[in-house]
């Protein structure tokens, strides 16, 4: 059974700092990684999806990476502003149906 | 666009009775998904369809059904509903099943059981 897990479960770091998000899982055999934001009462917003064929993913300042042969993957949110404050989930597909979800990760930025 | 909507948004239900939630998505996507959401354990999936007229179970299925009657359409039953289905319900969308197309969500209904 795949199992998702995601460390730390909470984050604070001052407006500025570089955030770095750790993704781990136990099967290697993905289609695809997903990094998911979801502020408090609302649901999830995709953020980045890697293929299992690719190593990383770019938008803006935010750089995702894969590396299937060990099971993990790192979400960086570069010079983080307090707007970037939520929580972020990973997610990896085994089948190109089913997603199994990480716990999530709960960042605040400091202003 | 309105993308995924979901109704009600709160509910409060006493052990016993039944309800059923509703998911709307307006984007013509083929797959769509139930998850539920607990402190702790993140987003398991309930039930998912891969089309209208489909239906298949997730990871935790019981003492939920559903229905897939419209493409637009996805809804989530409960029965007889217990404590334990106190939860967030987060119903999703995606054009396809494929490795490339993200999942879309809806904002959540949150359901207490009394």
């Known amino acids: 059974k795949q199992e998702v897990t995601q460390i730390p479960a909470a984050l604070s770091v001052p407006e500025g700092e570089n955030l770095v998000l750790n993704c781990s899982f136990t099967?290697?055999?993905?289609?695809?990684l997903q990094w998911f934001r979801q502020d408090p009462g609302k649901g999830l917003t995709s953020l980045l999806l890697?293929?299992?064929?690719?190593r990383e993913q770019t938008s803006g300042r935010l750089n995702a990476s894969l590396d299937k042969s060990s099971g993990r993957s790192t979400l960086y949110i570069a010079a983080s502003q307090p707007g970037d404050s939520a929580t972020y989930l990973c997610?990896?597909?085994?089948?190109?149906?089913?997603?199994?979800f990480g716990g999530g990760t709960r960042v605040l930025v400091k202003p | 666009n309105a993308g995924v909507t979901q109704t009600p948004k709160f509910r409060v239900l006493k052990t016993g009775q039944s309800m059923t939630l509703l998911c709307a998505q307006d984007?013509?996507?083929?797959?769509m998904y139930w998850y539920r959401q607990d402190p702790g354990m993140g987003l398991r999936l309930i039930h998912y369809?891969?089309?209208?007229?489909?239906?298949a179970k997730g990871e935790v299925p019981d003492g939920y059904n559903v229905s897939r009657l419209k493409k637009q359409n996805f809804l989530l039953g409960l029965e007889s509903a217990a404590p334990s289905q106190t939860s967030v319900y987060f119903c999703?969308?995606?054009?396809?099943?494929?490795?490339?197309?993200?999942?879309?969500f809806g904002d959540g209904t949150r359901l207490s059981i009394l």
């Open positions: 999703a969308s995606s054009f396809r099943g494929l490795g490339n197309q993200p999942q879309h």
């Open positions: 099967d290697s055999a993905i289609y695809n």
């Open positions: 369809s891969v089309g209208e007229g489909t239906t």
């Open positions: 997610a990896v597909t085994l089948t190109g149906n089913k997603l199994t």
């Open positions: 984007m013509n996507h083929e797959y």
């Open positions: 890697i293929q299992s064929s690719q």
